[in-house]
């Protein structure tokens, strides 16, 4: 009875939260989404990187190679997993529909048995000469199944009641709480453990939120006639996790086995760098605006305005930040990786190439996904997935900078058929590509010149902190004046609709265009 009364409640603030959010308009929740979530993104961004300026500088490659197999494997595992499933909650127009004990209870048994599986693989793994060195890493990550099941359940929760306060503040402590476990860990010689410790630890206040502050408590009901849509919704999902996850794993555990851990550990490193500067911000993007895309209309012209500005802001952003990371690679790697990780140099412009794409791919993925599109998103995933694990056994043991030259003409494909079936599917205008591409490329091309000619004079001298703090303002110094100069119309509608566009406007001299849709 009192979880049925919980129940009730919960319900009923959904529906009260879901009214409000009707009353202020999509647009607002997108502006309110964007503020909570990016600013989380960005304090958590910046925590992540402080403290892998001191982690990289106390584990060894072979530490980061061992953990980015384990990673992945569960990674691959977790496709079958809660996560999955809850993610059903978003695509209702309605939140008051969620069953949230159905929830809860297909989450249980589903992540008990997946922990019970990864622990086989585990076991497996120790007693394999190659892959030894990834076993216990990949047994400690297995927790996060136990504690994803409610953790995973209340991030939904509020989410759909777009609650990005306490959503982003749960998430904040979970942050934090991993960063300093691992940093503790890594001080004291726990080696690997210090990766291993901060995954599971994420997720663990959004559940002491729901079970003890929230009082929120599970009856272990479930029905089939009740879950059925979700569990088709789940299924494809698994599908096109399956195969991305996959071929991610493949990956890994090519290089692994062609190489050693170490060259693996090298390679994460420039993935990872690559896409902390460039390849986050569409995921980003629509991980905070997802909640609120999925209330527009399918094929709507609401939903393909969300569509157009969430597509040109993520290009506005990601390509400037991928071309500046290309032409700074050495000193950005010499500055934050250290004499350990120099192998880094000549293999971050080739990466972050792929990155880049790569993340413009995802958001015009989940905007497919978005628009309910699911069998088409999930046919292109298989597609990028099939390439990739082609060019993964062709390439990566010709050498590993080919793979990525590689990788980035896979990305570039990826996003060019994404974006017809987008198009073809009504999810965004023709008309929009073009303002989204062509100002980024035009103005970064203009940025690089401008570096170019200060390299040319020497005008940031020996000093590598001071050249490269010159070089990095003087590109966004003429990005944006090419922006502001050349394509003024563009980046006025980009800034009506973002959090401090208005400041923004006034600082760049733009007019407000009272006949823009709001």
Known sequence: MRACRWMSIDRRMVKLRSTATNGQGLGQAARSSILWGGGFTLLRDVAQFATMLVLVRLLTPEAYGSMALAQSIIGLVSVASFQTMASHALQLRDPADVDWQAHFTAGIVLNSALYCLTLLVAWALYFSERYHGAAWPLA????????????????????????????????????????????????????????????????????????????????????????????????????????????QTFEQTVLAGVYDFAVLGVFTRTVGLATLIAGRIGSVAMMSLYPVVTRAEQRSPQFQRMARLVLQGVCWTTIPAAVLLALCAEDIVALLYGPKWLAVIPLLPLAVAGVALAGIAS???????????????????????????????????????VYLAALAGHGLFVVLLTLAALVAKSGIALAAIRPAFLPAVVAGAGAVLAVEGLRLINAGGSVLVLRLATEVFAFALVYIAIMRIGFSGAMRKLLEVVPGGERLMKMFSLSHNSTADK
């Not at 726990?190 to 929230?214: C, H, K, N, T």
């Not at 905007?367 to 995933?381: H, M, P, V, Y």
């Open 140 to 247: 400690g990550l297995a927790t996060v199944l136990l504690v994803d099941t409610a953790g995973a359940l209340r991030i939904r929760m509020l989410e759909t009641q777009h609650n990005w306060k306490r959503l982003r503040t749960l998430l904040t402590i979970g942050t934090s709480l991993g960063l300093v476990s691992g940093l503790i860990v890594a001080l004291l010689g726990g080696g690997v453990w210090a990766l291993v410790i901060q995954v599971p630890l994420f997720g663990l206040p959004a559940a002491i939120d729901l079970l003890w502050l929230g009082r929120w408590r599970p009856d272990g009901s479930w029905s089939w006639v009740r879950y059925r849509e979700t569990a088709q919704f789940g299924a494809n999902r698994m599908g096109a996790a399956a195969v991305t996850r996959g071929r």
């Open 363 to 401: 958001t015009l993925s989940s905007l497919l996904l978005a628009g309910n599109e699911i069998k088409t998103s999930l046919q292109i995933d298989l597609v990028s997935a099939c390439i990739a694990v082609v060019l993964a056994l062709w390439l990566v043991p010709v050498g590993i900078e």
